[in-house]
């Protein structure tokens, strides 16, 4: 029996304003769960297990959707476009699992880490493990460009998330740099997602850079909406750990514009609380419009990406696939906006 789109996005931990963009691509999206699913055939015995809990935990899937309604937003959708949704997603994935063991979280999509479940040790080696995974399918693109691409964000991944490490609890740290951080560690993976289905379907140069500023302005604005939930969310909503942000003294947008926003004496006592890693201080205070509204204000930033994101597509027409990726940034959007203070 036919998943219905929005059950089948349920089920990938994707529900309200998000669900109704995957209808375009649903079946293609069917099939890169399946092919998911059936990597772990790929691995020895000995630790298949450990890579099918890494894996089977759903997600909500959007840089395998970006690839896909960006692929049949310039051309027919083939099985290199699903080839290329599985890959973007096992880098995720990979992703995910460092960042657990980082933040010593415990609980993602409803259910232990793997570090909570087997320790730091192994889940380090089981996140390299799907990392290069994903890139030894990239080698199977006749293409070497689309294999280049590939590696090349990989590394733009792992070297974001490492200068976020090496800028924990640093109080000097700019807008600027922040903003090049998550760039490199959220908004390059979209925007390779985004580059590479227009790349498959032989799009013009010109649409396929449109394509990707929009996957980047895109997956900037999701990590902003990322960081605002982490300290203003719910974890029985969300179904994993939040507030690792502020204990492991990752400075997110939120913070810093309170930081930016604060009077010299206010501010004292803000990066002390930030820096002893006080959850509900710091949320009251960026919920507090004597503060000027730290949170709304990173959400409107974060709503002004989507619009320039969207204004990018103009030029490009309109079809199905094309009105979804639009309808991405407008669910993004409401998504932002629940979280308004």
Not at 135 to 146: K, Q, V
Not at 173 to 196: H, N, Q, V, W
Not at 297 to 321: V, W, Y
Request: hydrophobic residues 40%; contains cysteine; aromatic residues 4%.
């Amino acid at each position: 029996m036919k998943i219905s789109a929005n059950s089948a996005a349920t089920a990938n931990g994707v529900a309200g304003p998000l669900s109704r963009v995957f209808e375009p691509v649903q079946t293609q999206l069917d099939e890169v769960d399946r092919r998911i699913t059936a990597q772990t055939a790929a691995f020895d015995p000995a630790i298949e297990g450990y890579v099918a809990y890494a894996i089977g935990g759903g997600g909500k899937r959007l840089r395998p959707l970006l690839a896909l309604l960006s692929g049949g937003a310039t051309g027919s959708l083939g099985s290199g476009h699903v080839d290329l949704a599985v890959i973007v997603e096992l880098i995720h994935l990979a992703t995910l699992v460092h960042d657990d063991i980082m933040d010593e979280a415990e609980r993602r999509r409803s259910q232990p880490t793997v570090n909570a479940r087997w320790g730091n040790s192994l889940s380090v080696l089981l996140g390299d493990v799907l990392f290069a995974h994903a890139l030894n399918l990239a080698t199977d693109f006749d293409d070497t460009r689309i294999s280049r691409t590939i590696a090349r964000t990989a590394t733009e991944v792992c070297s974001g998330e490492m200068i976020q490490t090496q800028r924990r609890f640093d109080l000097q740290l700019s807008r600027e740099d922040y903003f090049r951080i998550i760039g490199m560690k959220t908004g390059s993976l979209f925007a390779c997602a985004a580059e590479l289905g227009a790349v498959i379907s032989g799009a013009p140069e010109e649409t396929v850079a449109r394509l990707k500023s929009f996957g980047a302005r895109i997956g900037t604005a999701y990590q902003i909406y990322d960081d605002c939930l982490d300290v203003a969310g719910s974890e029985a909503e969300t179904g994993k750990t939040l507030g690792t942000d502020l204990r492991k003294g990752k400075l997110t947008l939120p913070v810093l514009t309170l930081l930016e926003s604060a009077s010299t004496f206010d501010r004292e006592r803000c990066c002390s609380l930030v820096l002893e890693g006080k959850l509900e201080e710091v949320t009251a205070l960026l919920q507090n419009s004597s503060t000027d509204g730290a949170l709304d204000k990173s959400i409107e930033t974060a709503a002004e990406l989507i619009r320039e994101a969207q204004a990018g597509l103009a030029p490009l027409g309109t079809n199905q696939h094309l009105d979804a990726l639009f309808g991405l940034g407008e669910a993004l959007h409401e998504l932002l906006e629940q979280l308004r203070s």
